[in-house]
């Protein structure tokens, strides 16, 4: 299984990114996909989840202002970002979590988001 991320950048405070994930190889149809991320210095944390069945779950830091989708038949995942502010310049991380005991987690290579003026 192999995750590529794409649609990092520079872009301005205020601005918006859409970050994508292409997922390739086989994965247990019951999964959540992700995104991370990871700012110099600091831990990876939880950005924003989806579940095959629907459910969503956000960061507090990013509820209204991002906004997760996924494309089940592509197998790709999405990450909407608007009003971007210099703390959400990271490492942005794909991540998808097959959902049964012992089930597998996939990491991408990482995609770089700068905000910065």
């Known amino acids: 299984v192999q995750l590529v991320e794409s649609g990092g950048g520079l872009v301005q405070p205020g601005g918006s990114l859409t970050l994508s994930c292409e997922i390739s190889?086989?994965?247990?149809?019951?999964?959540?996909m992700g995104w991370y991320r990871q700012a110099p210095g600091k831990e990876r944390e939880l950005v924003a989840t989806?579940?095959?069945?629907?459910?969503?779950n956000y960061a507090d830091g990013v509820k209204g202002r991002f906004t997760i989708s996924r494309d089940n038949g592509m197998n790709m995942v999405y990450l909407q970002m608007t009003s971007l502010k210099p703390e959400d310049t990271a490492v942005y991380y794909c991540?998808?979590?097959?959902?049964?005991?012992?089930?597998?987690?996939?990491w991408g290579q990482g995609t770089q988001v700068t905000v910065s003026s």
């Open positions: 989806a579940v095959n069945t629907g459910p969503t």
């Open positions: 190889g086989s994965i247990f149809d019951n999964n959540a």
């Open positions: 991540n998808v979590r097959e959902l049964f005991q012992g089930g597998s987690v996939y």
